[in-house]
């Protein structure tokens, strides 16, 4: 099958995202993973002989944890003594064993709270014949979450929004949460031990770093309260912080408060820790259906980061220096993954994907043959009910002619009113809204180059 002059560009680049969503299904990645056969399960080579366990209970929290339970629950049914997950708002499924708790994301939420203290109960009550399934996936640093002793929702909260607006990255941001928390960086672990515990993880994280996804609640915290800090003080918060995180991290840096769980420590012997979904199979299935469709592809990246913006320039360099060098009648297909930041300089309403693309629109403006889409796998760009945008050459003088200025919204971080306003006039859809998609890898990037084929498809 090849790329026909039927079908638009638009919808050519939903069909690769579209591949890449399918190739990273959580409840697909978990069967994919696990079987059971004749009262053994196997996870990822690893043998667990289920008559050994008096009870199994499965907890997690994250994005794509719902359709990982389900998966669960089809495996091991009624062996499933006891189960909880805490999700993001309007990310359950229909299960009928493990119970589920929702909570917000990014910046955590009561009942996140109350979800993980009932996971940290679960696990206190494990003991040497419990097996204790654990299925994480991106989100749950926000949705896991209990304060460290002394430390309130609030304080935690904002120390979030202030790091998040900062323009740190997730691997900053979540140094910081470790060290204020009971259940990150192994604590999770420590609170089963003696169980044997398995954990199950979508990665959402660049180098899929076990510490960094969802800052490692059953993996080794190689960071220190001393790197925290560092954080809060390479952006500037030292003055801005609640006063009592400032006080407990200093008493962490002191050695007044016990550090998180390090490699080595016994209670990480009976931990194991398997990533079954990441950003690769989501790019190589990406990779797969554009060369399906006729396109010669190229992964330019699969840790793209730094400033949404400058991601954009950089990728935008690349694309421009594709379509120069390109024979006629070719047809090129650029790809990038990663997670981008953004810092927050204005008051508008946006997302990483959505800047991503407003800036991209800005880069490319007048050349032809030039199509992204830039979306965050799970569906959800920022605060927003995007998952991302689609631009072209024709997106950033098309708006300026109806009044639209993309680089005023762009220096507000208000891209998504502007993709609002510019679809509403023109009866496009550069605004992407898949809904939730159940999954979580970061986002993708994708860039048509098509000189001969080229519609108003923004």
Same mark, same amino acid.
């Given at each position: 099958?090849?790329?026909?002059? #039927?079908?638009?560009?638009?919808?050519?680049l +939903?069909?690769?995202?579209?591949?890449?969503?399918?190739?990273?299904?959580?409840y697909?990645?978990?069967?994919?993973?696990?079987?059971?056969?004749?009262?053994?399960?196997? *996870?990822?080579?690893?043998?667990?002989?289920?008559?050994a %366990?008096d009870?199994? /209970?499965?907890v997690?929290?994250?994005?794509?944890?719902?359709?990982?339970?389900?998966a669960?629950?089809?495996?091991?049914?009624?062996?499933?003594?006891?189960?909880?997950?805490?999700?993001?708002?309007? $990310?359950?499924?229909?299960?009928?064993?493990?119970? &589920? +708790?929702? =909570?917000? $994301?990014? +910046?955590?939420?009561?009942?996140? +709270?109350?979800?993980?203290?009932?996971?940290?109960?679960?696990?206190?009550?494990?003991?040497?014949?419990?097996?204790? *399934?654990?299925?994480?996936?991106?989100?749950? =640093?926000?949705?896991?979450?209990?304060p460290?002793?002394?430390?309130?929702?609030q304080?935690?909260?904002?120390?979030?929004?202030?790091?998040?607006?900062?323009?740190?990255?997730?691997?900053?941001?979540?140094?910081?949460?470790?060290?204020?928390s009971?259940?990150?960086?192994?604590?999770?672990?420590?609170?089963?031990?003696?169980?044997?515990?398995?954990?199950?993880?979508?990665?959402?994280?660049?180098?899929?770093?076990l510490?960094? /996804?969802?800052?490692?609640?059953?993996?080794?915290?190689?960071?220190t309260?001393?790197?925290?800090?560092?954080? /809060?003080?390479?952006?500037g918060?030292?003055?801005?912080?609640?006063?009592?995180v400032t006080d407990?991290?200093?008493?962490?840096?002191?050695?007044?408060?016990?550090?998180?769980v390090?490699?080595?420590?016994?209670? !990480?012997?009976?931990?194991?820790n398997?990533?079954i979904?990441s /950003?690769?199979?989501?790019?190589?299935?990406a &990779?797969?259906?554009?060369?399906?469709? #006729? %396109?010669?592809?190229?992964? *330019?990246?699969?840790? !793209?980061?730094?400033?949404?913006?400058?991601?954009?320039?950089?990728?935008? &360099?690349?694309?421009?220096?594709e379509?120069?060098?390109?024979?006629?009648?070719?047809?090129?297909?650029?790809?990038?993954?990663?997670?981008t930041?953004?810092?927050?300089?204005?008051?508008?309403?946006?997302?990483?994907? &959505?800047?991503?693309?407003?800036?991209?629109?800005?880069?490319?403006?007048?050349?032809?043959?030039?199509t992204?889409?830039?979306?965050?796998?799970?569906?959800?760009?920022?605060?927003?009910?995007?998952?991302?945008a689609m631009?072209?050459?024709?997106?950033?003088?098309?708006?300026?002619?109806?009044?639209?200025?993309?680089?005023?919204?762009?220096?507000?971080?208000?891209?998504?009113?502007?993709?609002?306003?510019f679809?509403?006039?023109?009866?496009?859809?550069?605004?992407?809204?898949?809904?939730?998609?159940?999954?979580?890898?970061?986002?993708?990037?994708?860039?048509?180059?098509?000189?001969n $084929?080229?519609?108003?498809?923004?």
């Open positions: 099958m090849t790329h026909t002059e #039927g079908q638009t560009d638009s919808q050519t +939903v069909d690769i995202f579209n591949a890449a969503l399918a190739a990273v299904d959580p697909n990645a978990v069967l994919k993973s696990t079987k059971v056969e004749s009262d053994q399960l196997y *996870i990822a080579g690893a043998k667990y002989d289920l008559a %366990f009870r199994i /209970i499965v997690g929290a994250g994005k794509a944890t719902a359709r990982m339970a389900l669960i629950e089809s495996l091991l049914g009624r062996k499933i003594a006891a189960g909880l997950i805490v999700v993001k708002d309007g $990310h359950k499924e229909p299960l009928s064993i493990i119970g &589920q +708790v929702e =909570s917000s $994301h990014p +910046v955590p939420g009561e009942t996140g +709270v109350a979800g993980t203290l009932r996971v940290l109960e679960m696990a206190h009550a494990a003991d040497e014949k419990t097996l204790f *399934i654990c299925l994480i996936s991106g989100g749950a =640093s926000a949705l896991l979450v209990a460290a002793a002394g430390l309130t929702l304080d935690k909260q904002e120390a979030t929004r202030l790091l998040l607006n900062a323009g740190a990255s997730i691997a900053e941001l979540n140094v910081v949460r470790k060290h204020l009971m259940v990150k960086g192994g604590r999770l672990a420590q609170a089963a031990y003696p169980a044997q515990v398995v954990t199950l993880i979508v990665s959402d994280v660049i180098g899929d770093t510490d960094v /996804i969802a800052s490692g609640p059953t993996a080794p915290d190689d960071s309260f001393a790197d925290a800090w560092v954080v /809060i003080a390479k952006y918060l030292q003055e801005k912080l609640p006063p009592r407990y991290l200093q008493r962490g840096i002191a050695g007044q408060v016990a550090e998180n390090k490699e080595h420590d016994p209670c !990480l012997d009976k931990t194991r398997v990533i979904a /950003i690769h199979q989501a790019m190589a299935a &990779q797969e259906k554009s060369a399906q469709l #006729g %396109f010669v592809t190229k992964t *330019i990246s699969e840790t !793209l980061q730094g400033e949404a913006r400058e991601a954009a320039r950089f990728l935008a &360099q690349a694309a421009r220096a379509l120069a060098v390109m024979k006629p009648n070719e047809r090129r297909c650029l790809l990038c993954g990663g997670e930041t953004v810092t927050v300089r204005g008051t508008g309403k946006g997302g990483r994907n &959505q800047e991503f693309a407003l800036a991209f629109a800005l880069e490319i403006e007048g050349c032809q043959g030039m992204l889409l830039s979306a965050g796998t799970d569906g959800t760009d920022g605060p927003t009910d995007a998952a991302g631009v072209d050459g024709r997106t950033a003088s098309w708006a300026r002619s109806l009044g639209i200025d993309p680089l005023s919204h762009l220096d507000n971080n208000d891209s998504y009113t502007f993709f609002q306003q679809d509403a006039v023109t009866g496009t859809h550069s605004h992407f809204k898949t809904g939730a998609t159940g999954t979580n890898v970061m986002d993708i990037q994708i860039v048509l180059l098509n000189p $084929h080229f519609k108003k498809s923004s």
